[in-house]
């Protein structure tokens, strides 16, 4: 965490990715929660009436939360159209229909 020095009043400004950040005027910038699209480079500027300068970019990485509900629901299928099906037993004799697969799926 970094300080700012200098002749009052100085004013700040948050951008991310480069775009000024509405709620991004005061000397700290914080998210209550984020989500995948808060990823990005975050930048504050801090001006006076002698100039401004610009913090080191900090880059936020957020990963793919998990889904709200653990719960996941295993379907079963003679289906096979559907690359997203995984067979029940890898040893499957051709011609002994039907064939079974199967998917996990949030519920």
Known sequence: MGTTAGTAPLTYQ????GVSLANGASQTFSLASTA???????????????GVVASQAALLTVNNPPPAFNTLLLQVTT?????IWTPIA????SGSE????????PQ
């Open 79 to 83: 289906d096979i159209t559907n690359p």
């Open 36 to 50: 995948v699209a808060d990823a990005g480079l975050y930048v504050v500027t801090v001006s006076n009436s002698v």
């Open 98 to 105: 039907p064939r079974r697969f199967y998917r996990l799926v």
């Open 90 to 93: 890898t040893n499957y004799v």
């Open 14 to 17: 948050w951008s991310k990715d």
